[in-house]
């Protein structure tokens, strides 16, 4: 995981060590043991900028969490006012991973380039 933050992520990583480990430099974190960084890295709080750029379930802090599960609570509140009209709430999906979202892009990327060469032809 380390590796793939400092990868792909390293703004992101270099956010949250600052925000979250009381000022720590990326610069002066990476001479350190490799283990011991990446445990810093692997505890960092749910909803850091890290794990929001890396997305998914810990992309969400709690407070996030919490508050999701109420707004649910409340569209279940109002469909249940409404005897059941309508479809049944669904509670809202955790964000995408990044690798999912850069795929959805590149396909979508893919598809508008095609699109491209296809209509220039016509003209």
């Known amino acids: 995981m380390l590796a793939v933050a400092l990868a792909h992520h390293r703004g992101a990583l270099r ?5 979250d480990c009381n000022g720590l430099r990326l610069a002066d974190a990476v001479t350190w043991p490799a283990r011991e960084f990446a445990d810093i890295v692997a505890w960092l709080p749910p909803g850091s900028a890290l794990w929001r750029d890396m997305g998914g379930p810990a992309a969400l802090s709690e407070e996030v ?11 279940v509140l109002d469909w249940r006012m409404r005897q059941g009209k309508g479809q049944r709430p669904r509670p809202l999906p955790d964000p995408p991973y990044a ?8 396909k979508q990327r893919r598809k508008a380039e095609s699109f491209l060469k ?3 032809g016509r003209i």
Do not use: D, N, P, T
């Not at 969490?65 to 569209?75: K, Q, S, T, Y």
């Open 99 to 106: 690798h999912e979202r850069r795929a959805a892009e590149a």
């Open 65 to 75: 969490r919490m508050l999701r599960a109420v707004e649910f609570g409340l569209r």
């Open 15 to 19: 956010a949250s060590l600052i925000a």
């Open 118 to 120: 296809r209509s220039q």
